[in-house]
């Protein structure tokens, strides 16, 4: 696949599917504040991968309503994290964390990138990712260093997660081109600053940092490989699109 | 002299959340282009944050303004070419943005955008700072919700991006 289209696809397919999870959440928060959080990062999160479906649209992909609702989990090149179900608050949040860390610096980054209708998108974006790293880094402390109970579920939690959260950084083949073109820093050097970021917030914590050399990532995404949850979760997005592709709503 | 026309008439065009502020003040308009031919006018317009539901309605009232205003055509495009930041609010916008109750953005200037930023807020009842911020997350994806001590009252913010 051409390097533009690889990349784009795996920045898209994430924000869509961790979009669509977080708006899981309406109704449902903890508490109305995290609530509201979780959906206006849904929000925000549907904003931004209609802005990159936009730029592969300008390379000749299909409208983005198409390339969202008319694919199938074989499709999709998003990492396995963000397609994991909800479940506690404790994994969403974890998740946040760990995802979000990642993706801000990605679009830091990507704000240099070659490619400059990519490069206009990231300095767009970068801005308001640094709203999702701080909710996080504010929850992650606040229940990092709480009751033990608290400690006990984020610790939990945390080990739970990496894993899937090393499955971010799979790369492709494209990847050598993405670099030595200067689309994107690469996904090995992103990984390292993202370690970087998130130990300094969890040293602030009672939470420990699982050694990440003795975890296998769950890798597979990038290349349409998903878990059982991604189809159901498209099949609801979809199901208006599907039912009448013409609908104004 | 016609391109101050228009941008006069834009003045008109209100944010559809926020009626006190025009989007030319809120530094959404980024350019006016007119055909001197044909008379079509084109209008620049950034989103404040890219996933904005209101962008349709913006660009809505913008081309009713001027078709109403006898302007023959009138053709609006939306891109991300001049990314918006909340230095863009200009001194009137945040006069604006008080006037609603909405605390305006601090001025960023060549500073970063970091914790001390995103956590700063002037209230907008007192106008003091002895403030805090209660969630990144609030009504619309621009604002923000931090309390202010000496009022005892919850406010909202326009968010610094």
New interface residues.
Partial sequence: MDPKLDLLYRLADDQLILGHRNSEWNGLGPILEEDIAFSSMAQDKLGHSLQLYNLLHNLGEAEPDTVAFTRNAPQFHCCQLVELPIGEYDFSLTRHFLFDHAELLRFEALATSSYEPLAQVARKLRGELKYHALHANTWMKRLGTATEEAIERMQGALNFTLPYALGIFETTEAEPEIISSGLFIGEAELKSRWLESITKILAQTALDMPDLNLLTPVNGGRYGQHTEHLQPLLDEMAEVFRLDPTADW | MYKAQILDWLQAVKDPEIPTISLIDLGVVRGVEIDEVTGTVSVHLTPT?????AMDYMKRDVERTLLAHGVPAVHVDIS??E???SDMISDAGREALRRHKLSPPPVLGNQV?D?DF?EYAECPNCLGNNTEL??????T?CR??HYCHDCRQLFEQF?P?
Wanted: charged share 10%; glycine share 8%; aromatic share 12%.
């Fill in positions: 944050f890219a996933g904005c539901p991300l070419r990314a918006w930041t955008l914790l995103l209660r969630t990144p997350f609030g009504a994806l923000a919700v968010k991006v």
